[in-house]
């Protein structure tokens, strides 16, 4: 018998579901793939299971998630928020896709070096987000 | 590699670190939801456990080994007498509740017949698929023979 191929629902927005729940689903852009990959397992044991709390609509500490504050939002009016472990951040936005509370992750920054993110990243990650908001 | 087979081959990482480092976000998450439920600060739950803020603080940070006694003693200052859930014990659970249910049963002769009636193997008037059904179903015959 062919085994059935599972379709991830992400896939067409270019990205690859990490997480679902009951009350929602997280994903990471391709791009964001070969970054994830070299966290620490630690690190992204930590994150995926922030994600799957978000996931069940669960309140979680600032320490783990954190949504707009010094992030502030994108030009296109996206809020930006960030699953955190460590010196690892891992930053993103939060759209309601085919119906399903989606959290995508769309930059990485592996270790800050300072406190304050990366401005270029933040820019950076900005114009990615408006992006896809723009395709999708 | 494409960047789906790097990430099922993630996938198929280190599964105790998932567990572990999984179990201590959980419990995180946990106290946070408590705190916030209840209106409580870091600090006023410092004050309460009798420790410094910063400790309390520490609780939530990646690296800190929060003892079970200090998350026990954390959730009993948040009003909670907390127990350990886990796949297993609901298993158990359902397992001494079905034992209980069915020693109520042979106890209640009268009850028996009409749990028969509404069964996933004989559904009467409706689908069951488990319990609740059932125990609908049990009404809805009671009410359609005028007894309540």
Redesign the interface.
Known sequence: MKEQEVVDELARYGCITLVQGRNGRAGIMLRIVKDWNKLDAKVRARIKRGMTEWCEGRMLPHTLYKSGGRYGQTKGGSTIAVFKSGQARLYGFERHLDGVRTFLVADCDPAKKQNEADPDLIARLKVRIDAFGKEN | MS??E??V??AG??LE??A???F???V??Y???LM?RKGVTRAELARRMGVSRARVSKM???DYNLTVRQLARAAYHLGEFPRVESDTTRELRAERDAVHRDTALRASPNVVSLWRDVSPANPADVSCTGDDERIQGIVRLARRSGTR
Do not use: C, K, R, Y
Request: net charge negative.
């Open positions: 960047s789906h790097e990430l081959e993630f990482a280190d670190i998932e572990t480092e999984g201590m976000v959980d995180q998450v106290l946070n939801e916030e939530f940070s990646d």
